[in-house]
């Protein structure tokens, strides 16, 4: 089991930048697919951005498609959300997960406290 923190979240204005990262412990990080989720205020939780075992494929939402990158290094244990040009819509609680594959991300259930981002219009 990976257990995963995320910060890099904070206030920032609409167009502003903010990089996300999501440290996972274990010696296993280099398996997974992560991914990044997140949910807004009185809806459900959605899918973001998602990464392979090894950074080589990447998958994204089209509400963020060119906005956002998301990457990894396995040396550090650490995947990375970088978000530029954002909007009002994107405010949210970012949330990473971890599974053996990139469709086992959906499944994910074992959330933590996820990073709160707000962008200002």
């Known amino acids: 089991q990976v257990q995963l923190v995320e910060s890099g979240g904070g206030l920032v204005q609409a167009g502003g930048s903010l990089r996300l990262s999501c440290a996972a412990s274990?010696?296993?990080?280099?398996?997974?697919?992560m991914g990044w989720f997140r949910q807004a205020p009185g809806k459900e939780r959605e899918f973001v951005a998602a990464i392979n075992y090894s950074g080589r494929s990447t998958y994204y939402a089209d509400f963020v498609k060119d906005r956002f990158t998301i990457s990894r290094d396995n040396a550090k244990n650490t995947v990375y959300l970088q978000m530029n040009s954002l909007k009002s819509e994107d405010t949210a609680v970012y949330y990473c997960?971890?599974?053996?594959?990139?469709?086992?991300?959906?499944?994910?259930?074992?959330w933590g406290q996820g990073t709160q981002v707000t962008v200002s219009s």
């Open positions: 997960a971890a599974a053996s594959t990139v469709a086992a991300l959906h499944e994910y259930d074992d």
């Open positions: 274990g010696r296993t990080f280099s398996s997974y697919a």
